[in-house]
């Protein structure tokens, strides 16, 4: 294992966009679900050169995890991912199981307390969360976890993905990521008055 490999949980558009730019940036990728059969995943890999797996492959393979599933079931996902140990985890998940939100972030850590959760990119289209050159201004990107070396690495891919690092706001602690989460709404609402997934805020003083 090496800190260019990585595994990304989920194999929808958001696990495809992140799975695809990692690839592209130079890591090492396995992405992970329930079946290493999943026809999503072995179509990615056929196209990427990465590699499809089980959530616990995935989690084997990298020493950094994406989190690219649904919010509802991150929970069930991590604890059948093996011994997550000292390893960083990007969640970049919300929950649309309900009409209010619930937060994640914050309950994996608690669930896992070895794992060092980073909350980031969940404020964005997987479009932006790849390419933030996509759109014609600055904008603002988050984080927030407990462990500073984790932010730190995670950072790191934020801006291999093209997100300056100026643009990156440490908001604090594992406890700040509800707030990211809480945002969905809003997200939503602008969705609906723009009728384009592209956009983002920026934070100015």
């Known amino acids: 294992m090496t800190d260019l490999n990585v595994g990304v949980l989920g194999t929808g558009a958001v696990g495809d966009a992140i799975a ?34 089980t959530f616990a492959d995935a989690a084997a393979h990298g020493s950094l995890l994406f989190n690219a599933t649904p919010g509802g079931a991150s929970l069930d996902v991590l604890r059948s991912a093996g011994d997550l140990s000292g390893k960083v985890l990007a969640d970049i998940s919300n929950d649309l199981t309900s009409a209010a939100v619930k937060p994640v972030a914050a309950g994996l850590q608690a669930a896992f307390p ?19 050159d996509l759109l014609s201004e600055p904008h603002t990107m988050f984080v927030a976890g407990d462990d500073a070396a984790a932010k730190a690495q995670v950072t790191t891919v934020l801006t291999k993905f093209g997100w300056p690092e100026g643009d990156v706001l440490d908001l604090g602690g594992i406890d700040k990521a509800f707030a990211m989460e809480q945002y969905l709404p809003l997200w939503i609402a602008v969705w609906g008055a723009k009728r384009d997934l592209r956009f983002n805020l920026r934070v100015v003083s």
């Open 20 to 53: 695809t730019r990692l690839i592209e940036v130079g890591y090492d990728v396995v992405m992970g679900s329930r079946d290493a059969a999943n026809p999503k995943a072995v179509a990615w890999a056929e196209r990427t050169g990465g590699r499809a797996g």
């Open 114 to 132: 070895s794992l060092k959760v980073v909350k980031t990119l969940n404020t964005v289209n997987c479009d932006v969360m790849v390419r933030p």
